[in-house]
Structure formats: C-alpha cells, structure tokens
C-alpha cells in the first residue's frame, strides 16, 4: 500500500514539472527564404529557400524590368517566378564585398561595379559585355554611383597613391569621353558621392552631407550627420528632391530623409550589420524608401517622402513572423519588395 502511494506521488511529480517544462514554439523554426511583398503590406510570398548557389551573397537589387540581381563573388541574375541565378559577370572578376554597390543607369540598361582587381567595371544588361572603365593599379577604387543623366559616375578610391596621403578621395568619370577627375573636398574621409548633373553640383557624404561643384567650388552644408561607411545606403531621390543617409553618431544611428526644397529631415531608427551595412534603399522611379527597423525581431518598413506616411508593411498578428533581415531590394516603381530574411509560418 504505502509503495502504491509512494508511486502515485512519484507519477504526480513528474507530472508537475512536465507542465513547467518548456514547450517548442507553435510554429516552425525560422528559416532563411527569398520573399516579396507589396508596398500596402498585402501579396506576401515566400519564392526560395537559402542557398541560392551564389556564393558570398551580400546584397539584392532589381532591375528596371523586375529580374533580381544576387551580388556576392561574382553578379547573377535570375527571373523572380522561379528563381535560377545566372551568372553574368566575367570569370576574371571578383567583386567587392564592401561595399556591395551595384549602380544602375537610368533606362536600366547597364550596371556600374567595382572588383578586387582595385577598378571599376560597366556591364551592358542587353548584350551581357562588360568593360573595364579604370586602369588603376595602386589605390582601390570602389563605390561607383551613376549621376542622375546617366553619363557620369563619381567614386571613391582607397589606399596609399596619388594624391599622397592615406585617405578616402571621390572622383568623377565622363562615361561618354573618359574623362576623369578629383572633386576636391574639405574632408579627409568622403565615401559616397553622387552628382545631379541637372543642377551641376556633385552631394557628398563625409562627417556631414556637403554639395560643391565638380571643382570643390560653391562648398555648401546640405544635412548634418552623415557617416564613415561607405554601404550603398545613401541615395538621391529620382527629382533629386530628397536624400536618404545615415546619422551615424554613437550612440545614435539613425535613418536620415532630407528633403533640400524645405531643408525639413525626419529621421528612423535603422538596422546595422557588420555583413551587409545597413539596411536601407531608396526606389529608383518613386519617392518611396525601404528599411529594416532593428529588433527582435526586425520590421520591414515603407516611407513615403512625399506623403510622409512611415507604413509598418509585416503585421505582427500576421501568418508569418518575420525575424532577422539581411538583404532589400526594392522595385523601381516603389510596388514591391523583395527580401532576404529568416522567416517562418505561425
């Protein structure tokens, strides 16, 4: 009698911790999946898991008419219905990890990069031929951002070499002459650049955002704040109204939209990685900039810069939970985006 009881004591005990133990979440574990979704937070969809056979993948982009563009050792493209990256650079070229900037001209017909042979690079999307546009063989040159008009890019080179000093200096490059030049500047460190040739003054960014002409002349404060990391964050909107930057002040690190009619600039808490930079993009055709919300887990946000509506587009009572974001790539009408981020069903 008293083992029966000792039994059925043992029994309740195990019973008890049991019901303290922890359960596995409802849902499944998070993985790593390409997805898109559409600008009003509707039309989710997850279209690949993770590997997508592109090694060193660091950034996503689109092209004007919708293919998705992987940037890791080498570019590959794919359509987005059923994911299959080609590659489409040449087997002598291996691209720069940092920073992973693709430029792309304004019909969308080419695409602007740097590679680890310190030049940069043209790469026709029509006839798939690239050509090297530098001869650089001391500093490294990187960064390249296509001007509004599309027959120039700016850049920025590295490394010790003329000018002769260790230091980050911009250039410019007429794509129809060849031509290049230095655009002097009062920084030490100047890491993006990009130069509305429609009004005939370079936007640079360093320990603040500045604008001067090609020259350096007429130097102008244009937004405080700025950043030392040259990721492909920083952008112009396509009426050259607006400029998306970082403020990058610790412990600050903000998402910084500067409209330069008004001089007005909201700011938004942003997502950082030592991998992929931080997480922001600008549409190409729409006033419209995507950006990863830091947390846990992160949030996918849309902010209009004309309405200045800041649109969460993943609800959290929604069927996904969304959890770490790695990669955006938005389409240049501003309808879409795609993403690379651990997900899964609840």
Sequence with gaps: MKRCSYIAVLMGLALLLGS?????????RPEPWLCSINADGTGFRKIKKSPFNTPGLVDIYMTKDNR????????WISETDTIRPVSITDNIYTLQQQPARLSQSPDGSKLYFASKDKNIHELDLNT?????????????????????????????????????????????????????GYIPTIDSICVNAFYSESEDFVYYEGVNVKRSRLDG??????????????????????????????????????????DKQTGNSVRFPIKASL????????????????????GYP?????????TRID???????GSIALFTVYSIAPTWDGTKLYFYADVSDR
């Design 20 to 28: 303290c133990w922890p359960t596995e979440p409802s849902y499944p």
């Design 275 to 294: 991998d992929h930079g931080y997480i922001a993009k600008i549409c190409k055709d729409a006033n419209i900039v995507f950006y990863a919300e830091p």
């Design 298 to 306: 992160d949030k996918l946000k849309a902010y209009n810069l004309d």
């Design 217 to 258: 002349g007429e130097l102008s404060l244009v937004s405080t704040g700025g950043s030392m990391y040259p990721y492909s964050t920083f952008g112009v909107s396509s009426d050259n109204r607006y400029i998306i930057h970082v403020w990058d002040e610790y412990p600050t690190l903000d998402l910084k939209c500067h």
């Design 128 to 180: 798939m031929l690239s050509r090297q546009l530098t001869s650089e063989s001391v500093r490294t040159l990187r960064n390249p951002i296509v001007s509004d008009l599309g027959n120039f890019i700016t850049y920025t080179s590295r490394g010790y070499g003329p000018p002769s000093r260790f230091t980050e200096f911009l250039s410019w490059m007429d794509l129809r002459s060849g031509d290049i």
């Design 311 to 317: 649109f969460s587009l993943l609800k959290e009572n």
């Design 68 to 75: 998705i563009i992987f940037y890791g050792e080498k570019l």
